[in-house]
């Protein structure tokens, strides 16, 4: 009967030695949750417009290299109407370079796959 005291008494005096610790912690973990939610939203805005950037490029870039391969490589000299309609209806089609729901959708999951990577490990873009 005697040692149960001294057990529950080295237990509370565990937890009271600890007590700063975890009192510590708890609120860098308050303090730094809505830190790391404006963070990520910071790293989501940030990927998306180089992200959308980057897809738009990436149309550019292949657009011409089919209008190159239709002059340099088919011995035509020139590409056909077809051809140009497809760049004009590829590279920004109905007047804006991001129309279609599927370059929406990749653009965003990029993005928010980027957003996450840069606010968890944040040692990566150095």
């Known amino acids: 009967m005697e ?3 001294t057990l529950l008494g080295k237990a509370i005096w565990s937890g009271m030695k600890n007590l700063p610790s975890v009192i510590a912690r708890a609120a860098v973990l308050m303090v730094a949750t809505p830190l ?16 959308a950037i980057g897809w738009f490029v990436f149309k550019v870039v292949v657009a011409f290299l ?5 002059a340099f490589l088919t011995k035509e000299g020139t590409a056909p109407a077809s051809v140009e309609l497809w760049f004009k209806d590829w590279t920004m089609p109905e007047g804006v370079p991001i129309y279609h729901w599927w370059e929406t959708t990749i653009i965003v999951v990029l993005a928010v796959i980027t957003a996450l990577s840069l606010t968890f490990r944040p040692e990566d873009e150095k």
């Open 36 to 51: 790391m939610f404006l963070l990520f939203i910071f790293n989501l805005i940030k990927s998306l417009i180089a992200t």
């Open 66 to 70: 089919v209008l190159c391969y239709w």
């Open 3 to 5: 040692k149960r005291p």
